[in-house]
């Protein structure tokens, strides 16, 4: 009598089992950082009268920063990741691409050398990414937000020459993913164009300063 029951009750249970509905999970939406390329042909480096060449040392940032989640906040200090959606590769390694190709485009260098080049350089931009996510508010509003600290190195004596940090707040449509890449888009672009305005000042400040110069002048 146990035995039956037995083969009743699991007859029973895989017949409920079978009744309920398979769950499909949807495959994540793929995001990147894009850089503006442009369609304007670059002048030949070879005539520009500025020699320096830069490297871009590899992008320090949080843990949570060297994955491919999209992240979001929506109380002060809550951090939070979209189920279904991610960067095609971790932010810190998009956000260098598209920094590199802004400094090629700016002409501002004879050469832009990612990090993995062997080749002397005299100068190295050195970066640390604080903050890229999405931020939500209560009351229905959210916001792209990217904080990024820049140091310029001069490789001939590992000195540093200058520090920044850029904060772009971008405001986003809606409180999603999808709308979060494009303020994050608008975001990084404008640290990209911040970044060579600093930079550019930099460089007119040493051409300006006299070739022989002592007691810090």
């Keep these: 009598m146990r035995i039956k029951t037995y083969w009743i009750a699991l007859f029973l249970l895989l017949s409920l089992t079978a009744c309920i509905p398979e769950r499909i999970v949807p495959p994540p939406e793929i995001y990147t950082l894009s850089p503006q390329w442009g369609d304007n042909k670059q002048p030949d480096k070879t005539h520009l009268k500025n020699t320096t060449v830069i490297k871009l040392a590899p992008i320090y940032a949080p843990q949570d920063l060297t994955s491919t989640e999209?992240?979001?906040?929506?109380?002060?200090?809550?951090?939070?990741?979209?189920?279904?959606?991610?960067?095609?590769?971790?932010?810190?390694?998009?956000?260098?691409?598209?920094?590199?190709?802004?400094?090629?485009?700016?002409?501002?260098?004879?050469?832009?050398?990612?990090?993995?080049?062997?080749?002397?350089?005299?100068?190295?931009?050195?970066?640390?990414?604080q903050d890229l996510s999405h931020r939500i508010h209560k009351d229905g509003s959210s916001e792209g937000i990217i904080r990024i600290n820049f140091y310029l190195i001069d490789n001939s004596n590992n000195t540093v020459l200058a520090t920044r940090e850029f904060v772009s707040i971008v405001p986003a449509s809606e409180q999603n993913a999808r709308a979060?890449?494009?303020?994050?888009?608008?975001?990084?672009?404008?640290?990209?164009?911040?970044?060579?305005?600093?930079?550019?000042?930099?460089?007119?400040?040493?051409?300006?300063?006299?070739?022989?110069?002592?007691n810090n002048c």
């Design 180 to 214: 979060a890449v494009v303020a994050l888009n608008k975001a990084a672009q404008n640290i990209a164009d911040d970044l060579v305005g600093w930079l550019a000042e930099h460089i007119n400040r040493q051409k300006r300063r006299p070739p022989f110069c002592a």
């Design 70 to 129: 999209i992240l979001y906040s929506d109380t002060q200090f809550s951090r939070n990741r979209y189920a279904f959606s991610r960067w095609n590769d971790a932010p810190t390694k998009l956000l260098q691409s598209l920094i590199q190709v802004r400094l090629e485009q700016s002409n501002l260098f004879q050469a832009v050398i990612p990090a993995i080049s062997a080749s002397k350089t005299d100068l190295i931009l050195e970066t640390t990414l």
